[in-house]
């Protein structure tokens, strides 16, 4: 892979005209800083769910999420290595991302916990069953994207993945806020001004 930027002639110079460092050669952050700078950044909480390949309905709890592209409408989701439902996931045609808001809590734990566990009492969206390009929602979530499997990508010890959106249900103007901040749960209000 080259690191060269477009329209460069060369190495860039440093003070002196000494070859500038090449960032990349940087060592990494400490990861314990780098985690704790990253719970700084408020993420909003979301489950994600699909059917895996015998039609078994999986999914976690995922914070690492955003919005990519709005032609096509692409959404990510930043999947660990060693979770139990990421084969599951990135091997589904289409999954589901849950929005979650304010009250919803307790799913959010129930779908971090033991992997069997997950769906355990939970209510599924109205739907046409365990088909594969049509994911499991969750009827407690108050919005739903639908997203076919558009691309993976590697991205160290997680796995990007990239979904076009095909489906949107429930509320848009007054889903989700529920977020994941300084390693707890807190609530996005709109501002007064």
């Keep these: 892979m080259s690191t060269a930027v477009l329209g460069s002639a ?3 110079a440093g003070p002196y005209g000494w070859p500038a460092p090449d960032p990349c050669d940087a060592p990494d952050a400490p990861a314990a800083d780098f985690r704790a700078a990253m719970s700084a950044l408020a993420a909003p909480v979301t489950v994600v769910t699909a059917y895996d390949a015998q039609g078994g309905a999986r999914g976690l709890t995922a914070s690492a999420v955003s919005s990519l592209s709005l032609t096509p409408p692409l959404f990510l989701v930043c999947l660990d290595h060693g979770s139990r439902t990421h084969d599951a996931l990135t091997g589904a ?13 307790s799913l959010a734990r129930q779908f971090s916990g033991p992997a069997e566990q997950r769906f355990a009492g939970v209510r599924l969206a109205p739907g046409p069953g365990p088909d594969p390009h049509r994911p499991p929602g969750l009827a407690a979530a108050a919005l739903r994207l639908t997203c076919a499997r558009w691309e993976l990508a590697a991205g160290g010890d997680h796995t990007v993945l990239i979904g076009r959106v095909t489906g949107i249900e429930g509320d848009t103007g007054s889903a989700g806020g529920l977020l994941w901040h300084r390693r707890g749960f807190a609530h996005a209000l709109p501002s007064a001004g």
């Design 93 to 105: 045609p289409a999954f589901c991302v849950n929005v979650l808001g304010p009250g919803d809590e």
């Design 10 to 12: 060369g190495p860039a």
